[in-house]
Nanobody
Framework: QVKLAESGGGLVQAGGSLRLSCTAS????????VKWFRQAPGKERQLTAA????????NYAESVKGRFTISRDSAKNTVYLQMNSLKPEDTAIYYC???????????????WGQGTQVTVSS
């Protein structure tokens, strides 16, 4: 069993930065591919970024490439999503998810966090 807790969301002006954190408890991330999804009001949930369980493969949605970076600190059992050059269209609830031995290219998940709100003002 893995419990995920996101933090780091908030209100930021366009062009600003935020760093989201996803911390696992109950188990480590060592064999889990970790994914960040986001969902804006009235829109479908989107796979935004993913990091393979081996830590060597990343996958990003086209809309965030070059602006967002996913990374992992194994010692802290935490995965981060560094978001730079934020745009109003990045406004959404961001969710962390984990898939055991999963692929960073699909939207499957085994565990899901409670989400953190990111609001980007223009």
């Amino acid at each position: 069993q893995v419990k995920l807790a996101e933090s780091g969301g908030g209100l930021v002006q366009a062009g600003g930065s935020l760093r989201l954190s996803c911390t696992a408890s109950g188990n480590t991330f060592s064999r889990y591919t970790v994914k960040w999804f986001r969902q804006a009001p009235g829109k479908e949930r989107q796979l935004t970024a993913a990091l393979s369980w081996g830590g060597t493969v990343t996958n990003y949605a086209e809309s965030v490439k070059g602006r967002f970076t996913i990374s992992r600190d194994s010692a802290k059992n935490t995965v981060y999503l560094q978001m730079n050059s934020l745009k109003p269209e990045d406004t959404a609830i961001y969710y962390c998810a984990a898939e055991f031995n999963g692929s960073p290219y699909n939207s499957r998940w085994d565990y899901w966090g409670q989400g953190t709100q990111v609001t980007v003002s223009s």
